[in-house]
């Protein structure tokens, strides 16, 4: 594939990692609040919505476990610096987890390393000059999730850990790029496999088909989130739909979903396929929008301490689904919840 690692990492808009602005308290408490508004807006973007590139769907798709590192080379806070050294050395690594009965205390570093080698400390035992609670990763973490994290704290590597709390892998940019680029090889051999398969089994009644896809959306269930619109992109997929639609038909599916998962108490998602159109329709039963302009400010996010653990929050989700969408349309109140609607034209417009 013609993609380079800066470009890879290009795909996902450096809005999405800015700083989130402090915790606001609408979507937290769940009780009612005093003022109830209601407002109601019709946007529609300027132009055209830009490309979406595979690489920017993969990042929402797959988890800090597709693209870490699982063979780990591991010291104990007894264990020198020199010998640390060596095994750096030897599998050419940069970073060493210290770890004691299972449990991460902290990491040694190629920089720790040259400090102590220039303070005359290279045979000091580890727990001296390792970098004691270091920033870590969950296994579950998307990968839109990582790459900010990269970007806001500039490390070289995170060590993962599982649900339990175990050392399970070390994540770097590297493997990042690794695992975009395995996958687009993937979509790539699919997409050709899937052309021959096509080209003779498909019909014009098949093209012509109305189908509509439709999830309960539970609120917390974050393991669910992007169950529908990946089977939304098979049906473009086998469609034959432009791969930048359904490409920006897939990201409004997946924020509409996850944005039920994390601000609401439940709701509903739908999805329907014509010759003509993609409209998804997300309808939650509340809390809704106290202020819609700032949520469709890029960064801007009311979430919780717990999606946040889970890798969501980054306030992006309206603004990718304006970006992406044709047509848009929210309504909201605070007693009755939110409703958006949004359309993707699968024709260009004025096309018969």
């Not at 809005?15 to 402090?22: H, L, V």
């Not at 991460?104 to 290279?122: N, P, Q, R, T, Y």
């Not at 979903?257 to 994390?262: A, C, D, P, R, S």
Request: net charge positive; charged share 25%.
């Amino acid at each position: 594939m013609a993609c380079s690692r800066n470009e890879i990492f290009r795909a996902v808009p450096k809005a999405a990692f800015a700083p989130n602005p402090p915790s606001h308290p609408r979507l937290h408490d769940r009780r009612p609040l005093l003022t109830m508004t209601s407002r109601t807006e019709n946007l529609t973007p300027r132009g055209d919505p830009g490309n979406v590139s595979l690489a920017q769907v993969l990042v929402y798709e797959l988890r800090v476990r597709d693209a870490m590192t699982h063979k780990l080379r591991t010291a104990g806070p007894a264990d020198s610096l020199r010998s640390i050294q060596l095994m750096m050395k030897a599998h050419r690594i940069s970073g060493v987890p210290i770890v004691q009965e299972g449990a991460l205390l902290g990491i040694v570093s190629i920089e720790d390393i040259v400090h102590a080698l220039d303070k005359g400390h290279i045979n000091d035992r580890a727990e001296s000059w390792m970098t004691r609670n270091p920033v870590i990763m969950r296994d579950h973490y998307s990968l839109v999730r990582a790459v900010a994290e990269f970007d806001r704290n500039g490390f070289g590597r995170f060590p993962v850990l599982d649900a339990a709390g175990g050392l399970v892998g070390i994540l770097t940019r590297g493997d990042i790029t690794s695992a975009l680029m395995h996958h687009l090889d993937r979509r790539a051999e699919e997409a050709v496999r899937q052309a021959a398969t096509h080209a003779s089994a498909a019909t014009p009644d098949e093209a012509a088909r109305r189908v509509i896809l439709n999830a309960e959306v539970r609120a917390g269930n974050y393991d669910s989130a992007g169950k529908l619109s990946q089977r939304l992109r098979e049906i473009l997929r086998n469609r034959g739909v432009d791969p930048n639609i359904r490409r920006r038909a897939t990201i409004i599916a997946y924020e509409a979903e996850t944005n039920i998962i994390i601000h609401s108490i439940g709701g509903n998602l739908t999805a329907t396929v014509t010759p003509e159109l993609v409209t998804i329709e997300a309808v939650d039963t509340g809390p809704g929008i106290e202020n819609l302009d700032l949520a469709m400010q890029e960064g801007w996010s009311t979430a919780g301490p717990l999606a946040r653990e889970f890798g969501f929050g980054a306030g992006m989700g309206l603004p990718n689904i304006r970006r992406c969408a044709d047509r848009l349309d929210i309504k909201s109140d605070l007693t009755n919840g939110t409703r958006v609607h949004a359309e993707v034209r699968l024709q260009p417009a004025g096309a018969p």
